[in-house]
């Protein structure tokens, strides 16, 4: 089968013959219909710092995905084959103190496809059968194969109360956009949304933020002025840029709560007396609660909201490069490949 391997420690991917994964106990194999190019696989794409420190070469790379059930291994049951299936792409231990009480996304011993095992750039993949997600009839497969990102953008955006609140969403990269559709879906006031991509804070806008704000040629303060505002109820960091976090710690009202899904460079620095002396509240995200987030994700879909706006392009997997080069450029939200 084809499977888009990490082949070199350099910068590339490579789109290689492998053999089809056999399914064990427990797992199902999957064929590929869609697969979705995620910042990760962009760094891995790069072969950045974190890549090198992370990713063994040989790698199949990819963990948003839909596809079809074409073979089920020993001790399935509540699956077909035929089935069209994402899944949670976080593989948890299942015996930790967390893993038992039912807080999946905190398992200590967690396993990424396409990081710590071959992923969803491939013709075939196998999963086990328990992190499955299936996908109703009504929700076409280019918008299934990026619940994983989508479910980033819900755990986040739903951590907190929104409803009539203020909220900033520093950073509209495909997450933040989400996210900003998301903040309005469910009801906030303000949906301040900071990038320095004008591209990506049009999109942002289309999908429901109420003010975006280029943080290159304005400042978020005169924004806030503009809208008579005084602080910020909740912020949501998607940028994993210290300067868009310093502005948001800036920019929060007294009692503020920060749901933090960026991934900051190490020793990033944080003026803490904003966060001490305004009593802020600060929260790690990380994946998607499992299953919880998957089950809002795929009803807000069903009840209208509109996550086709992110879905800027959709390409045959073959011009795979065309794709990561958009990803490098910024110049789309979702890229979606097809495998046939
Ligand atoms: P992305 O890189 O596509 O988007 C980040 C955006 O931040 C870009 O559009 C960039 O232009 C913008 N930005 C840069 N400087 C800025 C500034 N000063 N102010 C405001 N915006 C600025 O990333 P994404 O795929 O949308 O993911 C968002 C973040 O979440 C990334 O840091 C990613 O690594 C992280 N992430 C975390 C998890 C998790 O589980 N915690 C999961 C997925 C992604
Ligand atoms: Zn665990």
Same mark, same amino acid.
């Not at 840029?241 to 991934?263: C, E, Q, S, T, V």
């Not at 987030?293 to 509109?306: A, E, H, I």
């Given at each position: 089968m084809k499977a888009l391997v990490k082949r070199h420690a350099e910068k590339g991917l490579w789109m290689e013959e492998v053999p089809v994964p056999e399914v064990g106990p427990n797992e199902v194999l999957i064929k590929l219909e869609k697969t979705a190019i995620c910042g990760t696989d962009l760094h891995i794409y790069k072969w950045d710092e974190w890549s090198q420190r992370t990713i063994k070469p040989g790698l199949t790379i990819g963990h948003e995905f839909v596809g079809r059930i074409v073979e089920i291994g020993p001790g399935v049951t509540g699956y077909k084959i035929g089935d069209r299936v994402s899944a949670e792409g976080h593989i948890v231990c299942g015996h930790c103190r967390n893993c038992r009480a039912g807080r999946q996304h905190l398992c200590p011993n967690t396993i990424g496809i396409g990081v710590n095992r071959n992923g969803a750039f491939a013709e075939y993949m196998t999963m086990p059968a328990s992190n499955l997600w299936p996908i109703p009839d009504q929700i076409p497969s280019e918008l299934a194969a990026f619940f994983d990102p989508y479910g980033n953008a819900a755990h986040c955006a739903l951590e907190f109360d929104l409803v009539g609140e203020d909220v900033l969403i520093t950073g509209a990269g495909p997450i933040g956009i989400i996210a900003a559709g998301i903040a309005k879906h469910v009801g906030a006031r303000n949906v301040v949304v900071t990038d320095v991509n004008d591209y990506r804070l049009k999109l942002a806008a289309d999908m429901g933020a109420t003010r975006v704000v280029n943080v290159a040629n304005q400042s978020l303060k005169d924004v806030m002025k503009d809208l008579h505002m005084e602080g910020f109820d909740v912020g949501l960091e998607m940028s994993g840029?210290? @300067?868009? #976090?310093?502005?948001?710690?800036?920019?929060?009202?007294?009692?503020?709560?920060?749901?933090? +899904?960026?991934?900051?460079?190490?020793?990033?620095?944080?003026?803490?007396?904003?966060?001490?002396?305004?009593?802020?509240?600060?929260?790690?995200?990380?994946?998607? @609660?499992? #299953?919880?987030?998957?089950?809002?994700?795929?009803?807000?879909?069903?009840?209208?909201?509109? +996550?086709?706006?992110?879905?800027?392009?959709?390409?045959?997997?073959?011009?795979?490069?065309?794709?990561?080069?958009l990803m490098d450029a910024g110049v789309c939200g979702k890229v979606v490949c097809s495998w046939y």
């Open positions: 840029n210290p @300067r868009a #976090f310093n502005d948001m710690l800036d920019g929060m009202y007294h009692g503020g709560k920060i749901a933090l +899904l960026g991934i900051l460079p190490k020793g990033a620095g944080i003026d803490w007396d904003r966060v001490i002396f305004k009593g802020l509240t600060l929260q790690g995200i990380y994946g998607r @609660r499992m #299953f919880e987030t998957w089950y809002k994700m795929t009803q807000m879909v069903l009840t209208g909201f509109p +996550l086709q706006k992110v879905l800027t392009h959709q390409i045959h997997i073959d011009d795979f490069q065309k794709g990561f080069d």
